[in-house]
């Protein structure tokens, strides 16, 4: 290619100023939204990999069993776990135990307190095996004292400002810590992520025992040798474990920590974890709309063929070679993938505010920054030029000379059968994407609107001060929230519905009394006062709630999913029986109608209530939604009266709760984001398929209305055709997209049925945004002068 190749193919472009802005923006439009979808995809799969051991670290999981029945699958262990295994299996070269630490307050030298999470305790192990760069401090020195604690920057920075953190002290849990050192915050993927962490021997000052079989409360992390086979390997954890008499009913094995985010549906997860199937389902749309703006492109240049084939004919009786005509069409491809990708990379900057309001600002923080992105971006450039360009140049290269200068000629009409396939194509992938986005909508509101068994909306959650169990400073502030105008119903609880399973107590080991069985289920179980009921606009199945004070043990509360699963016939009949439970026989005085304690995408949980009193971690509050930022302002003066020195933060419960459905709420926003820019972009592609058309008929439409036609006559025959390619695509489509949402559905525990309207709505808009394309083009062919169709006869 030569400067003169370059100059004649922008002179081309810019006598077809419309075909080419066409293209520009179609393939533009679809770079864009394959670069922002791609960059998506592969932050979901980067999870882990800051860390240089990422390919060898290994996380010790556990299929608990009660009786032989499969229970659960959960992702935390026994701390005597890791060196059992350390000291037995020679593939593990080192371990961390981290100890998750439930929300709660720290505070510096000055009084200053915050309410934090992302607290865990670890081994000192831990920067071995999980690498991060140390802002300040010795990495070799950090965690290796007994009260050493080492904060990310940004934590630093609130706690301390910009004084120097180290050798600082913080206190939390009634003991203080001093900061040996200060690492660089975490990116977003990585699974654990942690604001502060603290050393198990913190945990051991305050009675936590690292010897006890009893609990399984800890993440065990393995660094493994390289090459390790993990069938191998997991056969011989198992083997190990079963000499404990504590784990041998229950089956142990390692994952690799690179699969965790994707992979893990384990209970006590540390956050809520991405989707395998939802990403492949991404990754599809994105290289489907890709697609889609390549087949447009085809599709607008060859329905100028028959000019263009003109052209290449009169420079092949000049002398011109077959390859020249190739390279003067892949140079003007090049020239439109460029300016292309010059407006995608100006849309993808554009969006990006708003996409990360969709994805999160994680997934889209470097994306002009990352060697990754601009690698796809030269990868992708010049694969789009030679897909978009090597058909067109070899189809407008292939006529013969003099058949292309006959006055009948009116372009390549070999290629038809491929265009009218590519806009199958195009209407196929609008068609599932179209359909897909409707099921995802229906889906989320049908979440949205679905029963809980309670009422979370104008609901007020405020975590108690951590005051080690003073109850009667709680009690006294819950007596000044219920002066308040706005506030109708106030009550104290362990936990409310939506937060994560971390923050409630689980045991297996309940029963009737005089029931021999051990128990195959896990139940839920926190305090609750007498008000949470009604907080909440719970409903009882049968019984009553609590009256009186605090009594804990002396009775519970159970939910119809436990009275179920208890082996009681009905919630009546479980009403004055007692209960095996922690060592205690409670009686159950009421059982709560089911409500769900997590989201609708799990099944019900069997909860069980004790009565806690004010002895709890939440206020929870009914607001009348009246004049609220008065009643949050009264609310926070009184708190900074009662507890001068507690942060002061709350949130609404049905915020809370609702964050449980983030990924798939995500997943519909980006459906429905780039349903539209398949279906803008499939229209462009049939606008060049209709001018391609009109042209070589235009002799026809001028015969037909000199002999009568109407303008309707002639728009029906222009559009008849085209609507049969879009019911084709629809019929194909129809399968393809049921398959996929029922394949996505399946995670759902509370699902909707696939709905038939959503195929017949997708396919009348389908056909009416067709008609409505072809209708304009051929409005206007059938309006033209007949003269001036007819004119060169």
């Known amino acids: 290619m030569n400067l003169q190749d370059l100059k004649l193919a922008v002179r081309n472009l810019r006598k077809d100023r419309v075909y080419t802005l066409l293209n520009v923006v179609g393939l533009a439009v679809a770079i864009a939204a394959f670069l922002l979808i791609i960059h998506y995809v592969q932050f979901e799969r980067s999870y882990e990999k800051i860390y240089k051991k990422a390919d060898n670290i290994y996380r010790v999981t556990l299929n608990l069993y009660k009786d032989n029945t499969y229970v659960t699958t959960d992702c935390e262990t026994h701390p005597p776990l890791a060196p059992l295994l350390k000291a037995q299996l020679p593939e593990v070269k080192d371990y961390v135990r981290v100890q998750r630490i439930e929300q709660c307050e720290v505070s510096t030298a000055q009084q200053k307190a915050f309410l934090e999470t992302g607290i865990y305790a670890v081994d000192p192990s831990m920067f071995s095996i999980f690498n991060r760069k140390f802002i300040a401090g010795d990495s070799s020195k950090a965690l290796k004292g007994p009260m050493d604690a080492v904060l990310t920057a940004s934590a630093a920075r609130k706690y301390f400002g910009d004084a120097d953190p180290v050798g600082q002290t913080l206190k939390l849990l009634g003991r203080t810590v ?66 404990v008499p504590r784990l041998k009913t229950n089956v142990y094995s390692a994952e690799p920590i690179r699969d965790i985010h994707l992979y893990s549906r384990k209970t006590f997860e540390p956050e809520v974890n991405g989707d395998a199937k939802t990403v492949k389902f991404l990754e599809i749309v994105a290289f489907l709309v890709l697609l889609v703006g390549i087949i447009n492109y085809v599709n607008l240049t060859t329905a100028r063929s028959g000019e263009r084939m003109k052209e290449s004919s009169i420079k092949k009786i000049l002398g011109a070679t077959r390859w020249t005509l190739i390279l003067q069409f892949l140079t003007e491809a090049l020239i439109v993938n460029f300016l292309a990708f010059l407006l995608a990379l100006l849309l993808v900057q554009l969006s990006l505010p708003f996409y990360a309001s969709l994805v999160g600002k994680a997934a889209t923080a470097g994306i002009f920054t990352s060697p990754s992105f601009w690698l796809i971006c030269g990868g992708l450039f010049v694969l789009n030029a030679l897909l978009s360009g090597v058909y067109p140049a070899y189809a407008l290269s292939s006529t013969q000379a003099l058949s292309a200068l006959s006055r009948s000629f009116t372009g390549n009409r070999q290629g038809g059968g491929l265009r009218k396939m590519l806009v199958v194509g195009q ?63 106030v009550s104290v609880a362990g936990c409310v519905p939506g937060l994560g399973l971390d923050n409630l107590s689980t045991t297996s080991s309940v029963t009737r009394m005089g029931d021999t069985r051990n128990s195959s289920y896990n139940y839920y179980v926190y305090g609750i006062d007498t008000s949470f009921v009604k907080t909440l606009d719970m409903e009882m199945a049968a019984g009553s709630n609590f009256t009186g004070p605090a009594n804990y043990m002396n009775a519970v509360i159970i939910n119809e999913e436990a009275s179920k699963r208890l082996g009681f016939s009905s919630p009546d009949a479980a009403i004055g029986q007692r209960l095996n439970f922690y060592g205690e026989h409670p009686v159950v005085v009421g059982v709560i109608k089911n409500f769900h304690q997590r989201g ?31 009643t949050l302002s009264a609310m926070e003066e009184k708190w900074h009266a009662r507890f001068p020195v507690h942060p002061f933060e709350y949130f609404f419960l049905n915020d809370t709760f609702n964050q449980q459905y983030q990924a798939d709420a995500t997943l519909g926003k980006i459906v429905n984001v780039f349903s539209i820019f398949t279906l803008f972009i499939t229209c462009l592609g049939l606008m060049g398929l209709t001018a391609y058309n009109v042209s070589r008929r235009t002799r026809e439409i001028g015969i037909r209305k000199v002999l009568g036609s109407s303008v309707g006559g002639i728009v029906q025959l222009l559009t008849r055709d085209f609507v049969k390619l879009v019911i084709v695509a629809i019929v194909i489509a129809t399968p393809l997209a049921w398959w996929a949402m029922n394949t996505w559905l399946q995670d759902f525990a509370y699902r909707v049925n696939i709905p038939w309207w959503a195929f017949a709505v997708t396919g009348l808009l389908l056909v009416a945004v067709a008609v409505c394309t072809i209708g304009l083009q051929s409005i206007k062919a059938a309006t033209m002068n007949p003269v001036k169709s007819l004119r060169n006869d």
């Open 178 to 243: 001093t900061v040996s050192g200060v690492v660089e915050d975490l990116p977003g993927n990585t699974h654990l992520k942690y604001n502060l962490l603290v050393t198990l021997r913190f945990l051991e000052a305050g009675g936590y025992d690292l010897s006890s079989w009893n609990g399984n409360n800890n993440f065990t992390y393995l660094e493994m040798q390289p090459g390790t086979d993990l069938a191998a390997f997991n056969a011989r954890l198992a083997a190990i474990c079963k000499t």
């Open 427 to 489: 209407f196929t992938v609008a068609s599932v994407v179209l359909i897909a986005s409707l099921i995802v909508y229906r889906q989320l509101s049908f979440m949205r609107r679905q029963s809980l068994g309670m009422d979370i909306n104008q609901v007020l959650v405020l975590r108690t001060p951590d005051l080690q169990n003073d109850s009667t400073s709680v009690a006294a502030f819950r007596n000044d929230l219920q002066q308040l105008a706005g506030i109708s119903k």
């Open 600 to 630: 609708l995408k799990e099944a019900l949980l069997p909860m069980i209530h004790y009565n806690a009193g004010n002895d709890g971690r939440y206020f929870v509050m009914k607001i009348t939604g009246q004049d609220f930022r008065n």
